[in-house]
């Protein structure tokens, strides 16, 4: 006995709607699959953000002065083996030669709006050229004249050095640099702003 297909008029009227909506399903989902495809290998990519440990933090001592303050140049030189990025302000602090947070952490100058800086992999770099362009960020760091404030609401000290934390980390590095600071909370001595690209000098 053979079977035989009967379509209605209006069954076949609505055959090439149902055809096309199925087509159009099928194109979507795999452009949503390809989309995402595609925006998960962009995020695979992504340059990673420096850790403490990739980092050196060191200090340009030859600084400037303006107006009751100095001011430096407070590097981030990655000697990892791989790229990273920065963006925003470190958590700076005095110290004392035992360790300890001396007065207020710095304030954030926000003379230039946060930018995403890629440092390249110091390994890669041979040589002083190579350290100079890629892989080095700069803050610049303004110590302000301790004396600027009453004894009484400062209660100067000598710091031995700045505690520095690189952006988005919670991990830190010491930076020796002798300097007079406040040991009581809230004058400010430190201010910092976000981190830059390049090295600066004098």
């Not at 087509?23 to 595609?38: D, E, K, N, P, R």
């Not at 030189?77 to 110290?95: E, F, M």
């Not at 360790?99 to 952490?105: N, V």
Request: charged share 10%; net charge neutral.
């Amino acid at each position: 006995m053979r079977l035989r297909m009967i379509f209605s008029p209006f069954s076949l009227r609505k055959l090439p709607t149902i055809v096309g909506t199925t087509l159009a399903v099928a194109t979507m989902l795999s452009t949503t699959v390809l989309s995402s495809g595609t925006t998960l290998v962009g995020a695979a990519t992504a340059v990673p953000r420096c850790t403490t440990a990739q980092l050196v933090v060191w200090l340009d001592t030859t600084g400037s002065g303006a107006a009751g303050s100095s001011y430096y140049s407070l590097e981030f030189t990655n000697l990892s083996a791989h790229s990273c990025s920065l963006i925003g302000y470190p958590g700076v602090s005095a110290i004392s030669v035992a360790g300890q947070q001396l007065g207020s952490a710095a304030s954030h100058d926000p003379e230039h709006p946060a930018a995403l800086i890629t440092l390249t992999s110091g390994s890669a770099n041979a040589g002083l050229d190579g350290f100079q362009t890629g892989n080095t960020a700069t803050v610049v760091l303004v110590i302000t004249d301790a004396g600027n404030y009453s004894n009484s609401a400062c209660r100067r000290v000598v710091a031995a050095g700045l505690r520095v934390y690189p952006p988005n980390q919670t991990a830190s590095k010491l930076v020796s640099f002798p300097f007079v600071a406040c040991s009581h909370h809230g004058p400010l001595v430190l201010h910092v702003e976000s981190v830059q690209t390049g090295v600066t000098t004098g």
